[in-house]
């Protein structure tokens, strides 16, 4: 209800400025030298996290070899991170490229992050297109920041 009733921002979500004071109300968890980490506001399952690069661009093919490591690097870090503060039982990981392929927003690459626990899926989604979300982003928040305040580096792995 809060995605039908909300106005609707201009622009690109995904294309943030390199520091700003709006991180925790943009769900923004950490940001790396090229890449961030953002929880989705309109999440498929609790924790469902997105990493993009800071520059905007629609196609894996035109990231440069940097962009791509520090990307698969928030990645792997994201699922350690998911995996200590909501302990699912697996994921679903990956992206959209192209309208027919799912992309919502299709101007800016962006990797979805989905924990995934035995029996979480329902009618709900199929029938309804309703996801039903047992916790508010706010705690989530609260739970996931933390665990990203000192993040590794690609070239310091944890």
Known sequence: ????????EDGCIFCLAESTS???????????????VIMNRYPYANGHLMVAPYRHGPDLT????????ELTFWMQHAVRVLREAISPDGFN????????AGAGIQDHLHMHIVPR?????????????????PEDLA??????????????????PA
């Open 117 to 133: 626990w035995h029996g979480d899926t329902s009618f709900m989604t199929v029938c309804s297109q309703t996801r039903v979300v």
């Open 1 to 8: 209800m809060e995605y039908v009733l909300s106005p609707k």
């Open 93 to 100: 990981i990956g992206l959209n490229l192209g309208d027919v």
């Open 139 to 156: 705690t989530t928040h609260a739970k996931l920041a933390p665990l990203f305040r000192v993040p590794p580096s690609p070239s310091n």
């Open 62 to 69: 035109e990231l440069n070899e940097a962009e791509a490591t």
């Open 22 to 36: 709006q991180d925790q109300n943009n769900l923004v968890l950490v940001r790396g030298k090229l890449c961030f």
